[in-house]
């Protein structure tokens, strides 16, 4: 149930991403603490999401995310995505999933999930800057402008641990 938008090098895509809000939640405290939730301006240009799960039970052999896109309309309303995906089955074998690789790719060269399971060590996300975020959005896959938010709900072990949602708008 999702959609593919061809890319176009005569289609005019003037889109720029700009990061408006990160909240983080951690939904079972005794499993999984929010180390780091931070959405942070350097300047005009430079603007960065950096996150951290510190995680007290590991080894961590399973994990499920549920994510799912939302553009506001009046309210935000689902947008293109809710999937899940299974992170261990899928970091091993990334081609099962061209959408879980297409937003996987906005991650992958700032966090340390890289590698097969078990995670026996906290998630991190550092420095993700609105900069990369841009050539995916307006390069590899052009979105209409508008505000969206992005939902993730991270499974582990089989335990809802945290939920993240990042808000972000396309001009
Ligand atoms: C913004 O900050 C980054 C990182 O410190 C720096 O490389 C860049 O030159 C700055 N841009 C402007 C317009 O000041
Ligand atoms: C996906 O859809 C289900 C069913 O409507 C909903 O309960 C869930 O919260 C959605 N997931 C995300 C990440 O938005
Ligand atoms: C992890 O990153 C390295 C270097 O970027 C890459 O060669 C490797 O294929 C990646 N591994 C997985 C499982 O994605």
């Known amino acids: 149930n999702y959609v593919y938008v061809k890319y176009n090098s005569k289609l005019k895509i003037s889109s720029r991403v700009e990061f408006t809000n990160l909240k983080c939640t951690s939904m079972d405290k005794e499993f999984a603490g929010i180390g780091e939730c931070l959405l942070k301006s350097i300047n005009r240009t430079y603007k960065y999401i950096s996150l951290r799960l510190n995680l007290y039970k590991t080894p961590i052999t399973k994990i499920k995310i549920n994510y799912g896109m939302y553009k506001r309309l009046s309210g935000y309303k689902p947008f293109l995505y809710n999937q899940s995906v299974d992170a261990c089955r899928f970091i091993d074998n990334q081609k099962s999933n061209p959408v879980a690789k297409y937003l996987y790719g906005f991650i992958e060269r700032f966090s340390n999930l890289n590698h097969s399971c078990p995670y026996n060590h906290d998630l991190i996300l550092d420095k993700l800057s609105a900069e990369s975020a841009n050539y995916r959005f307006t390069e ?26 990042v808000y972000f708008s396309l001009t």
Do not use: R, S, T
């Open 140 to 165: 590899v896959l052009p979105f209409p402008e508008g505000d969206y938010m992005i939902e993730g709900h991270w499974i582990l072990n089989g335990k809802f641990c945290a939920l993240y949602q």
